[in-house]
């Protein structure tokens, strides 16, 4: 017997029929090979090509379509076999298959489940809900099928009705849901527990006691904040699955404790081996305590004696290169110095060129200052050099008829001495960081004076100050370099020729002796002399002396800072957890009790431990950064090497400690009026507010964050502190004398007589 189709060529019966047999086989062959037999160019890929060949309707149309191309050919076995035995109308509707509820990327996860489509998709593999839970025998359309039947035949024979489209997707949904519990079931469960729980769940599920549950989970969460625990039995799942859980967290920690306590253990006993054998190397092989105190008198006697020879560099280098001298309103005094100075350099090849400075930027207020100092410039210009002078300029506190005046009384000082006033020098300012605000001048007249009679044959004719007549821009001690060189630029200097430096009035700061000075210690052939006013030679003259001591101290000619060891055949310690530093014992406190806990048995041990070392070679052989022993052993104090050691329970200060400052918003300083100054930050510096109660603090004047670096916060000298109609303070310090209610008394004592009487 042979079985076949009747294929229609168009529409109706009366478009004419084509009748062709094919070999017997399933359904899904003969549509294979009927595919290749015909010759129509009919759509045979949709569901309107399907219905227009075998003259269906457009349900079932699409129910074939979805079986021979997006439903898995296991399904479709399945799904033969159940239709068979129930029939395909009694069972399910051709919706259930054509809307693709058996197909692969079909999702149940639709309207009030959207959120839950991922979890809800047909997938070939299933990778969502059975490669990643391991549970191969459980695939979700296969699931879902068995479940079709299930509650198919569950029902009695004369009550039972075909699957609705609308009915197949909610069990779809549950069908999702219960697998997606289950595997955050697994997640927490036991390995050996996980089979029989899941064969307890899949009985429930089977029975229709789940499915409330589940789709009222996917309907009202997310898969990022559902629980399985909304679903009855799973929640009973769950908590048994948390004391099997919790009970072997326990017992884990237990067993953890017990092995971390035999590592306790077994390090202690390690290290105590190790510090032992340490102690008996260093009792071996260290020096004894004369020894040691031999080696730390040596070394102190060499750091004096490197002292004493760096002090007579100093002034050795001073009295030949950088002379000060101190002087009143008097210069009568320093003059025949610096003719000796001279002197002493005529007869040496090359010659010599003088440069007298004369700085007016600040006009000096004692007049016979200024007047000596002009009749100074005179005596050594006659000798055909040159002077330079710095014209004053504007400030806050002075006034355009007083700098007028000034500059009148400079020129007329200059003819009175029979000095040039043809060559004007501008001198420019470099100023990157300044903002709009800033008023300070970008530029400042000075003359380079030449005598009279010496204006037309003059070698600083041909200076570059001259024929240019601008030097800059610079900044600073910068600017007095450039002044140096601008001068001499231009001129025909021999290497044996050589440059003196008269500083005849120097500023405050004596920016041009700094600037000479950072030349000569830079090997250039300048020798200088500044008259000082006596009120600021002492400090000018330390820092002085103290840059050219830091040159020596880090050049070649210098000896080691450290006295060099001799040599001796001796062997290396070979220590194990001790360590050498500076020729000492050192304790690694740190790194001993890292590997204990605090406050343990032997965390107590290794203190013992270090109250022992420094029993034996003193407290200087504890690592830094703890906090210091308050008491040593007056052993300790004869092992021949400093003890820094405060009685009384009292330690040194950690220079390296963090502070940790109070935080107020500019409001709570109350109003401004309130406050008893404040000093507006500008440039990225903060704004220094004092409050009414003397606090002293820091505000930041913008949005963005600025960044103080480690600097002078108050004190005197550091530059112009204003008071409105006030002058600018010039005091070096606070003690120096001011009249205040018609007394001369220290600034110090006005202002503690002001906090006491005024608060």
């Known amino acids: 017997m042979r079985r076949g189709v009747m294929i229609a060529e168009g529409r109706t019966v009366q478009d004419g029929c084509q009748e062709k047999w094919l070999p017997c086989g399933t359904m899904k062959e003969y549509w294979v090979q009927y595919k290749q037999q015909s010759s129509d160019n009919a759509d045979w890929e949709s569901a309107a090509g399907i219905a227009k060949a075998f003259a269906i309707g457009r349900a079932e149309s699409s129910a074939v379509l979805a079986l021979l191309s997006n439903v898995p050919g296991h399904v479709c076995s399945k799904l033969n076999e159940i239709v068979k035995i129930r029939g395909m109308t009694r069972f399910l509707t051709h919706d ?20 839950w489509s991922d979890q809800l998709t047909n997938s070939a593999r299933d990778h969502t809900l059975v490669t990643r839970m391991c549970i191969q025998e459980f695939r979700k359309v296969d699931l879902y099928l068995e479940r079709l039947v299930s509650d198919h035949d569950s029902v009695p024979e004369q009550l039972r009705r075909a699957w609705s489209y609308k009915d197949a997707v909610k069990l779809h949904q549950a069908t999702g849901a219960f697998l997606w519990c289950l595997d955050q079931l697994q997640k927490i469960a036991p390995a050996s527990q996980f089979d029989d729980m899941k064969k307890s769940l899949r009985q429930s599920f089977f029975a229709k006691f789940l499915d409330l549950d589940l789709v009222h989970m996917l309907e009202e969460k997310l898969p990022a904040t559902a629980d399985i625990k909304m679903v009855c039995p799973f929640r009973r799942a769950w908590s048994f699955a948390e004391k099997i859980s919790q009970g072997r967290m326990e017992e884990k920690e237990e067993k953890a404790m017990l092995a971390k306590k035999e590592l306790a253990r077994a390090t202690y006993q390690h290290v105590l081996a190790m510090f032992e054998s340490d102690m008996k190397i260093l009792e071996e092989q260290l020096p004894g305590p004369v020894e040691a105190a031999t080696e730390t008198a040596l070394d102190m006697k060499y750091i004096r004696d490197r002292q004493q020879k760096g002090k007579a560099y100093v002034a050795d280098f001073c009295s030949k290169n950088f002379i000060l001298e101190a002087v009143n309103e008097d210069l009568d005094a320093a003059l025949p110095k610096f003719l000796s100075l001279l002197d002493s350099m005529r007869g040496i090849a090359g010659k010599m060129y003088v440069v007298c400075s004369l700085d007016f930027t600040v006009y000096p207020a004692a007049a016979t200052y200024v007047r000596k100092a002009f009749e100074c410039l005179a005596n050594v ?33 200059l003819m009175k001495s029979k000095m040039s006033l043809a060559n004007e020098v501008c001198i420019l300012f470099a100023k990157p960081e300044a903002r709009v605000t800033d008023g300070r001048a970008m530029t400042q007249i000075s003359l380079l ?26 900044k600073g001690v910068d600017c007095f370099k450039s002044i140096l060189e601008g001068l001499m630029k231009g001129m025909e200097i021999k290497e044996a020729d050589r440059l003196v430096v008269l500083d005849i009035v120097p500023n405050r700061q004596c920016e041009m002796g700094r600037a000479v000075l950072q030349k000569v210690l830079d090997g250039e052939n300048i020798k200088y002399m500044g008259f000082l006013r006596e009120d600021v ?20 000619d210098a000896p080691p800072k450290q006295r060099p060891q001799e040599s001796k055949e001796k062997q290396d310690l070979k220590l194990e957890i001790l360590a050498m530093k500076d020729g000492s014992p050192v304790f690694p406190e740190q790194v001993l009790m890292d590997r204990f806990t605090a406050g343990s ?19 200087v052989g504890a690592s830094t950064g703890t906090s210091a022993t308050t008491t040593t052993s007056q052993e300790g104090r004869v092992s021949g ?31 401004p009026s309130s406050r008893i100054g404040t000093l507006v930050g500008k440039a990225g510096k903060p704004t220094v507010v004092l409050d009414k109660d003397f606090g002293l603090w820091l505000l930041n004047p913008g949005d963005a964050k600025i960044k103080v670096p480690c600097s002078e916060l108050c004190g005197f000298g550091t530059g112009d502190v204003m008071q409105p109609n006030g002058l600018v303070w010039r005091l070096a310090n606070d003690r120096h004398q001011v009249v205040f209610d018609k007394e001369c008394m220290p600034l110090c004592v006005v202002l503690r007589k002001l906090a006491v009487e005024q608060g």
């Not at 010496?454 to 570059?464: K, L, P």
């Not at 030679?537 to 070649?556: G, I, N, P």
């Not at 048995?601 to 407290?619: I, L, N, W």
Request: net charge negative; proline share 3%; hydrophobic share 30%.
């Open 601 to 619: 048995e032997y965390h107590k041990e290794v203190q013992k431990m270090k109250a022992k070392f420094e029993e034996k070679h003193g407290r």
């Open 449 to 474: 004076s030449l005598h009279q009679n010496y204006t037309s044959n003059s070698d600083w004719n041909s200076s570059s100050a001259v024929t240019t007549a601008r030097i800059g821009p610079a």
């Open 96 to 115: 259930v298959i054509g809307k693709g509820t058996f197909s692969i990327g079909w999702t149940s996860g639709v309207l009030a489940c959207e959120g």
């Open 381 to 413: 210009a006659a000798s055909s050099h040159i002077g330079f002078i710095f014209m004053p300029v504007h400030q806050k506190q002075t006034t355009e008829p007083a700098v007028l005046k000034h500059r009148r009384q400079i020129e007329e000082n």
């Open 641 to 671: 090497v400093c003890d820094f050691t405060i009685d009384e329970g009292l330690s040194p200060l950690d220079t390296s400690r963090e502070v940790s400052l109070p935080v107020k918003t500019i409001d709570q300083l109350g109003e």
């Open 537 to 556: 030679e002492k400090d000018l003259r330390s820092a002085m002396e103290s840059v050219v001591y830091q040159h020596w101290d880090s050049s070649a």
